[in-house]
Structure formats: C-alpha cells, structure tokens
C-alpha cells in the first residue's frame, strides 16, 4: 500500500481507516500500541465517535491512561459515556493526580464522584484535595507524588529509598529533591546532580540548598508561570502557610498554563471573554453570550462615530471627494492602535512596562507616531492627487493621518496602563475598543481640517 501521509498522525489515521475497512482489528491492535500518546490523542479527536471508542479500547492500560490525558473534550465526553466505569478509574490512577483531577473536573459532578467512587482511596484523596483548592491556582496544577528526603540521611541511604520507590511515587521529583524536617516543612532542595557526585556517606544536610524558591498553594497559575519562566526551573515546590511542602508544579503543566493564559489574551483582544471549554465544546448561546458583552457597549459607542459624522455631513455634500478618503483614515486610525495595544499588553505581561514608565512609553510610542504618521501622510497625499481629488483634499489628509497615529498610539498606550493600574485585565481593554475610541476621533479630526482649510 501506498502511504501519502507525511506525519505521524495522518500516516496513523490513514492506517486506522485502511485496517477497519479492511476488518484487521488484530493488525490495528498492534499497530496502535506501537504510536505515540499523544499522536494517538490528536487521531481520535480527528475520528467520528464510534471509531474512536473502538481504538481506545485496543489500547494497554498505560498508554490509554496517557490519551486520556491528551484527547480532547468532546472524544472525552463519548469515552465516558462508552467505556466502562471500572476501567476509567482504573485508568485514573495511572495518571498524576493533577491531570486526574482535572479530568474529573471537566466532567459533571454526578460522573466525577462515580470515578472517584472506584479510585484507589488513596489516590482518590489525593484527587479531593486537589479540587478542594480554588480553581487555576497552585494547589490545582500540583502533584502529590513527590518524594523528600531527611537532612540526616546519607547519600547512600537517599539513594536507595528512591530506588524503593516505585515510578508513580517518584514520577514529579526527577530533577529536584526536596528535604523535609520532621514535620515535612521545606528546608532544603538537593539537585540530582549533586546527588550524582556527592560521596556515599556524605550527609543530604552537607549537600542541599537551603534557599528554596517556592509558591503558595494558594497563588494564582500566572503568577506560578511567571516565577516558573524567571527562574528557569522545571519543577517548583508548593507549600502552604506554614511552608509545609505539599507537592511540585512541574513544567509541563506550566506549559498548559502558558497555553490557557494567551488563549485568553488573544481571545480578549478581539473584544470577546475567553471560552472556559474547546471551542467546539461551547454551545453556539455560549459563543453568542462571550462576544455580545463587549459588542454592545462597542456598539453604543460607535453611536458617537455616527453622531460626529452627521453633524459634517453638509461638509460631504460640499466635497464628495472627502467620503472616499473615510476608509483610509479609519483604517490607519485602528491599525496603528492595534499595533501599538498589542505591544503594550504584551510588555505589561511580561513586567517590561509599569504605570510608573507611562511617560516613557507614551514618549516613545509618539516618536514612533510621529515617523510613521509622516510617512503615511505623504503617502495619502501622493494617493489624493492620483485620484484627482484636488490639492485641498490632498492636504487634509496628509495632515490628518499623522494626528490620527499620535492619537491612535497616545490612547493605545495610556489606556491599558491606565486598566492595569485599575486592576482591570489590560487584554480587556481590547483592539475592537481601542479601535473604536480611534475611529471618532480620527474622523472628528479629519472633517474638522477640512472645514478649516477647504471652506
């Protein structure tokens, strides 16, 4: 047979298609537990429903487990319904418990107690308390399974009660191991190399460092990434309070984080609040009730626009050659004011730019305004005169298109600093906003030069 497919996942589900039809269930067996988890999750999202339950049960327990965790919702959700509760939790405790709670989470609360229900209790608590915490916190990204170590202990007794261990116990605590006192309070983390090197005898106490970087259980998951993309770590401990260690974020689910959080910055600067599920998840009334928030005030708003427009519209009868030139001053207007949000949320995120550096970055977003503004005025001069609309008009917008940049780049950039001072999300105060805070001032400005200059 030919194969045309040029990725794993294409060359995957081609061969899937190819063994059903063909009625090789043996051979499809064999062949999918020899794929990887995830290009196994990205092919069942891209199956109808049956299909996908009827690979899923071909595979082992331990790579099942693994796409579970990787799968979509909506192939989530026919799992649950199609594939037997006992294997389910079974399945669930072969995973961390934090991609086990999350996966409980997603599911009605009916469903989610009948899973934990199978658990084994030990790793059923761990889920509880996992989803005892608030929601996109530490406490919910993290994993119980870590495995600390005593100051007195030698590196030779260290090592062979991490070798006691089995992979589960010690899945989270590859890179970095923590020491604990008698009261399992953090006081201590000992790098795995240092393990590697140091003396047999030599005391853990000899050998850790006892300045350790930590998050509260409690913190909010950005500010988590934030510290995880400072310090460049792979893994961060998770104390509470009394800096009791209650288990490790490692990378990749800070990665996720990454992820969700600049889905949901991109979501807001197109003015809609973020899906709290896969976009086809949502109900289109779900879609429908994040996108209207924002458009009917932007909408009341561009009543302004109108307002502004009607009261120069004897000025357009005089010149009709002025409403040609609407759509540039608008559209310059809104793209300069993109350009320069979107770079000033970003640098806010980021902690580049503070309300405190305001009069710096609107100082240097209006050298920039200025540049780009007379450039682009010279431009729509030489674009006026080629449309034959005469010299006068000409001059009005090579004039207006300079002020509606500055304009565009001054609001751009004080508003999402003023929003941050506010504490208001800065991505809220979206392009669509911006945009239309832009349009009628810009407009405002180029019917106002025209009547100055052409009557």
Excluded: C
């Amino acid at each position: 047979m030919e194969e045309t497919a040029t990725n794993p996942e294409e060359q995957l589900k081609t061969l899937i298609h190819t063994y059903v039809e063909q009625g090789r269930i043996d051979d499809l067996r064999v062949l999918i537990n020899e794929y990887h988890p995830a290009d196994i999750a990205d092919v069942l999202d891209d199956l109808p429903a049956e299909d996908a339950v009827i690979v899923f049960n071909m595979l082992s327990d331990e790579i099942a487990s693994e796409v579970l965790d990787e799968t979509g919702s909506i192939v989530r959700q026919e799992l649950v319904e199609k594939v037997d509760d006992e294997r389910l939790a079974d399945l669930l405790d072969g995973l961390p418990m934090d991609d086990a709670a999350e996966f409980l989470d997603e599911l009605p609360s009916d469903t989610a107690t009948r899973l934990l229900s199978l658990m084994e209790p030990d790793e059923a608590d761990d889920v509880r308390e996992i989803l005892s915490y608030e929601d996109e916190t530490a406490g919910r990204l993290m994993s119980r399974d870590v495995a600390a170590l005593r100051r007195h202990w030698t590196v030779q007794e260290a090592l062979e009660y991490l070798r006691s261990l089995t992979d589960d116990d010690a899945a989270e605590t590859v890179y970095y191991l923590f020491v604990v006192d008698r009261e399992n309070r953090l006081i201590g983390v000992v790098p795995i190399r240092a393990m590697l090197w140091a003396q047999p005898q030599a005391t853990i106490e000899s050998i850790m460092v006892p300045e350790v970087i930590t998050v509260p259980v409690t913190a909010d998951q950005e500010e988590l990434a934030e510290i995880v993309s400072k310090y460049d770590f792979v893994a961060i401990p998770v104390v509470d309070e009394d800096n009791h260690l209650l288990g490790v974020v490692t990378v990749d689910d800070v990665l996720d984080v990454v992820e969700e959080e600049a889905t949901e910055d991109i979501q807001r600067l197109g003015g809609s609040e973020p899906l709290a599920q896969p976009y086809f998840s949502a109900s289109v009334w779900q879609v429908v009730g994040k996108r209207l928030i924002w458009l009917l005030p932007l909408f009341a708003a561009s009543i302004v626009t109108d307002f502004i427009v009607d009261q120069f519209a004897w000025l357009a009868a005089l010149f009709i050659s002025l409403t040609l030139f609407l759509p540039v001053v608008i559209g310059t207007g809104g793209n300069a004011g993109s350009q320069t949000v979107a770079t000033i949320i970003r640098a806010i995120a980021v902690g580049e730019v503070r309300l405190s550096d305001v009069g710096r970055a609107w100082s240097r977003e209006f050298m920039v305004a200025i540049i780009l503004g007379l450039v682009l005025g010279i431009a729509g001069f030489v674009r006026a005169i080629f449309f034959d609309s005469g010299p006068g008009i000409a001059l009005v917008l090579a004039l207006t298109l300079p002020l509606v940049v500055i304009t565009a780049n001054s609001v751009a950039t004080l508003v999402p600093l003023i929003a941050e001072r506010l504490n208001i999300d800065p991505a809220v105060v979206s392009t669509p906003m911006i945009t239309t805070i832009v349009d009628a001032t810009g407009i405002f400005i180029y019917f106002s030069l025209a009547a100055v200059i052409l009557t």
